[in-house]
């Protein structure tokens, strides 16, 4: 059988989604920095998450399915949960010390992991160009983070394993994906996240507040406080956001070819660059920009492999 390929129309619609969905998660971003001077990360991922499980609930009806979603494979659901959550928490964790670009700019060396573990984890073939792509990116990755100069900060490192684990979290979506639906993971990972920060809020809160500690570390242990009602809804918000971004992701790539859509993934840093200037007056330096250049087009050339 003949698959029918999407028509322009439909790429051009899919791509308005996949803005519409950059712009939709980069409020994610927004909140949570803006958040993280006063309240500690783990109580607004449980807001957060109480928000968003009655969601992955809708898309889960919005599926056709019935009931609360079951899987077969409760230890990948599981791995890919955790993966999910520290990911998600350490990206927070790096939110609170670096400018907006910047972060943006580091994330854009998901694609080049994400290749380089598919070589690991699942056996996949790259060719000698990619790889030379690859060793392009991480050197771009090198000039945003800058080890060992006096410019270096923590918060970079936080934001690199959140990629790192995001990464692993696409080999795990990779194997769940023929068998448990996009609602039925949305569904245990936001269960995960739940219960993995009400476990760890406890140990946190012992360990007391740490307000000369780096930024990163000082949001994790901040002390538990009673949100403002504009802050409380900024936080259950997040779960709204969270949604509205699945589901115009969901809708970009089920209409257009990914291969079309996932070029314009980019446009995530400078709509990061502008909320950054708009609101803190953030101006990435050259370095950021080079660097940014370097993962851009190695990723952009990656991609454009894989399509060939």
Known sequence: MIRNL??????????????????TISLQSVAAKWLSGAYP?????????????????????YEGGRGLPKTQRHKLEYSRGLFLFFSYTTFMMGLAALPLAEISAIRNSGPLMITLLSVVILGETVGPRRWAALFVGFAGVLLIVRPGTTTFNLGSIFILIS???YALTVMVTRKLYTTDSSATMSYYSTLVYLVGASILAPLVIMAGD???????????????????????????GLGVVWAAWMYFLARAYSLAEASVVAPFEYLALPIDV???????????????????ALTIASGAYILYRERK
């Open 163 to 165: 990629v790192f684990l």
């Open 210 to 236: 740490m307000p000369s500690a780096h930024p990163s570390i000082a949001f994790l242990f901040r002390p538990w406080a009673m949100p403002t009602p504009v802050d409380f809804a900024i936080m259950a």
């Open 274 to 292: 502008m909320w950054g200037f708009l609101i803190w007056g953030e101006v990435p330096t050259w370095l950021t920009w080079a660097g940014a």
């Open 41 to 61: 990360v783990l109580e607004i991922v449980i807001l957060r998450s109480l928000v968003a499980l009655p969601f992955t609930l809708l898309l889960f009806r």
């Open 6 to 23: 999407p028509k322009p129309s439909d790429n051009v619609r899919g791509v308005g989604f996949l803005v519409l969905a950059l712009f």
